[in-house]
């Protein structure tokens, strides 16, 4: 279920879009459950990565609520508006700031940009299934041989 829309104009303040969204749960907790929280975001947040961490950490834990992060990677580091965003990170460090706080959360991540998908959590986990079916089906053949060649 969608319940809102939070959008930080002119700013990366993840802190309060996550406090407003949070705060709508506490006050419609009858009316609603959500199960998770979707970032689309496209560059780190103005607060620091562990002050994000912990906050997400403690709130998700209390909601039973994950936080999924959705980075959209882009060639300019200042937005169509020529605004700076607050606090800078190059993509890499940006990377590794949103896993973390995925982590606390409990949620998933996902990372793309104008050339395709550079990482999924989702994909990295059907990838792995497929893999393991593959090995499966490959020892099941083999049982099958051996088994053959014995009658």
């Not at 969608?2 to 009316?31: H, I, P, T």
């Not at 959590?121 to 299934?129: A, L, N, Q, R, Y």
Request: hydrophobic letters at 40%; charged letters at 25%.
């Amino acid at each position: 279920r969608w319940v809102l829309n939070l959008q930080c104009k002119g700013s990366r303040n993840l802190m309060s879009a996550l406090r407003r969204a949070v705060e709508v749960d506490f006050k419609y907790k009858d009316k609603h459950k959500s199960q998770g929280l979707y970032l689309l975001t496209t560059g780190i947040p103005d607060q620091e990565t562990h002050t994000v961490s912990a906050y997400v950490a403690e709130v998700c834990r209390g909601f039973d609520l994950r936080l999924h992060v959705c980075l959209f990677s882009v060639t300019e580091d200042i937005d169509s508006n020529r605004i700076m965003p607050a606090r800078y990170a190059n993509p890499t460090e940006t990377v590794i700031a949103f896993k973390e706080i995925v982590r606390a959360a409990n949620g998933r991540f996902h990372w793309f940009g104008e050339a395709g998908i550079f990482e999924s959590d989702d994909i990295t986990i059907i990838v792995s299934e497929m893999e393991k079916a593959k090995n499966y089906s490959q020892k099941c053949a083999f049982l099958v041989e051996s088994l053959k060649q014995r009658s």
